[in-house]
Structure formats: C-alpha cells, structure tokens
C-alpha cells in the first residue's frame, strides 16, 4: 500500500515537499514521519475561493 512506500522511500530523501490540507479527514492512512528530523526551509500558505486553507511546505533532512 502507501505508507509502505513513502516509509520505505524516506530515509533516502534529504528534501520533502509535502501539502499540508486544513480540514479534519477520515482515512487510515498518514505520511507519519518524524517532523523533528526535518528543518522547515519554505512555506507558502493559499486558499481556494470556496475557503479551504492550505500550504507547501519544503522541509529539508537535518544534518
């Protein structure tokens, strides 16, 4: 499935661009990864017309 994927890709990334989507959704599945690893590089914060709050996020591996 995902998870298995991104947790097996993860420990070759150094950089992560993730979305961060500002809504409570149901599921099982996460990007469950360890944000104290990470340093926040870049963020830019939008919304849609309809109100739906999101961000890019650019997170590079900590050294």
């Given amino acids: 499935g995902g998870a298995e994927i991104y947790r ?3 420990p070759l990334a150094g950089r992560i661009h993730l979305t961060e989507v500002h809504i409570e959704a149901g599921g099982d599945t996460m990007f469950a990864f ?3 690893a990470w340093r926040e590089k870049a963020r ?7 109100g739906l ?4 996020v ?3 591996r900590k050294s």
Avoid at 44 to 50: F, L, N, V, Y
Avoid at 53 to 56: A, F, I, L, S
């Fill in 8 to 10: 097996a890709a993860l």
């Fill in 34 to 36: 360890d944000r104290a």
């Fill in 44 to 50: 830019e914060s939008h919304q849609t017309p309809d």
């Fill in 53 to 56: 709050r999101y961000d890019y």
């Fill in 58 to 60: 650019t997170l590079e």
